[in-house]
């Protein structure tokens, strides 16, 4: 069964940092991509960083304050997070996408306060 195990959310001043760590397990063929989203309503998330096909893709808002590395071999996504701003709280959630279909994890909570 595939989990996705997800940490580092938590409370934060504005301008500080908070790192998420995402870890796959589980028998997962072939993973195409994976990243991190935030949940903007019940049925809808928007991409954060995502690495698909060796390049990572990034909202444009969180160029350049946040970072994903992302290793294949080891199923793990973490997303460095700098310079964090009021408009990036919510809930994130982990992603991974294989040939098959899609995985998502249960979310973390960020909140920055101000």
């Known amino acids: 069964q595939v989990q996705l195990v997800e940490s580092g959310g938590g409370s934060v001043e504005a301008g500080g940092s908070l790192r998420l760590s995402c870890v796959a397990t589980?028998?997962?063929?072939?993973?195409?991509?994976m990243g991190w989203y935030r949940q903007v309503t019940e049925s809808r998330r928007e991409l954060v960083a995502e690495s698909r096909g060796g390049n990572i893709n990034y909202e444009d808002s969180v160029k350049g304050r946040f970072t994903l590395s992302e290793n294949d071999a080891k199923r793990t996504a973490t997303l460095q997070m700098n310079m964090l701003k009021a408009e990036d709280r919510g809930v994130y959630c982990c992603?991974?996408?294989?040939?098959?279909?899609?995985?998502w994890g249960q979310g973390t909570q960020v909140t920055v306060y101000s």
């Open positions: 589980g028998n997962i063929w072939r993973v195409e991509a």
């Open positions: 992603r991974v996408r294989s040939t098959v279909r899609e995985y």
